[in-house]
């Protein structure tokens, strides 16, 4: 008796000491210790998605809950409920500016005001997003869906003095993102045949793609996954330049 005694006086000094050694250094105890040796993770309330809201969502008291998190691996981006109680109300309004999934933690940076549009919502800094004509032929069989990459082709066909036709294809742009096919925004596994898909591209690659469209046919060519590095969009290993042909004349325009 007085053995076991001793052993739970020596368990509780042991745990008090842990205690306090973790709050000398400024950390906080990750679990809670008991005489009898068992343990409590010691949580607190983290706001996460309530359900899958993807970009451009606008968000109130039905998409976001409190959800229980190990203080352990507690982020400084993510929003407690001890710091915050009224997160969820000043967040109504909002919208997601890139996809959350249900149960995945909320911070600042994932949203923006409510009066922004749901694709301007999803542009990177600096970046544009223009439309292109597209067809089942042209786009992969209709594969191509919105954050997939692809590469942008150019052909063109223009008649010479014997009546034949000369046709040129090249690739102008590279590892560009689609942003939607047609009203289509969040991928999903199926086919989607649109008459137009929307890329992000910088302001230089705007004025590529709006001459090529004049001047030819655009094909969009997908990317594996494996291929979507950090590589340039604008292809710059040579000069290039584009001839529209209108009414007899010729009308030459620099790409790079």
């Not at 710091?83 to 959350?100: E, K, T, Y």
Request: charge should be negative; glycine fraction near 8%.
């Amino acid at each position: 008796m007085i053995r076991a005694t001793i052993f739970l006086i020596a368990l509780a000094s042991g745990g008090g000491a842990a205690w306090m050694s973790a709050s000398g250094s400024g950390a906080a105890p990750a679990a809670t210790i008991y005489p009898d040796g068992t343990t409590t993770m010691l949580t607190t309330e983290v706001l996460v998605a309530a359900h899958d809201l993807p970009p451009g969502s606008p968000v109130d008291a039905e998409t976001m809950r409190w959800q229980a998190w190990p203080k352990v691996g507690l982020s400084v981006a993510y929003i407690t409920r001890d710091l915050r109680p009224d997160a969820i109300q000043d967040f109504n309004g909002l919208v997601v500016r890139s996809g959350l999934i249900a149960g995945e933690p909320i911070s600042d940076a994932k949203f923006t005001a409510g009066d922004t549009g749901a694709l301007s919502v999803m542009l990177s800094s600096g970046r544009r997003a223009v439309a292109v004509r597209i067809s089942a032929e042209n786009s992969a069989g209709g594969f191509v869906l919105p954050n997939d990459r692809v590469d942008v082709l150019l052909t063109t066909s223009r008649p010479t003095s014997s009546g034949q036709n000369i046709v040129n294809s090249s690739l102008i742009l590279k590892n560009v993102k689609v942003l939607a096919v047609d009203q289509t925004v969040d991928g999903n596994s199926d086919a989607v045949v649109g008459k137009t898909a929307t890329l992000e591209l910088t302001p230089a690659e705007v004025e590529i793609i709006t001459a090529a469209e004049v001047s030819g046919s655009i094909s969009l060519a997908l990317r594996a996954m494996a291929d979507n590095g950090d590589d340039s969009a604008l292809v710059t290993t040579e000069k290039r330049t584009l001839r529209i042909y209108r009414d007899g004349a010729v009308e030459v325009i620099d790409v790079n």
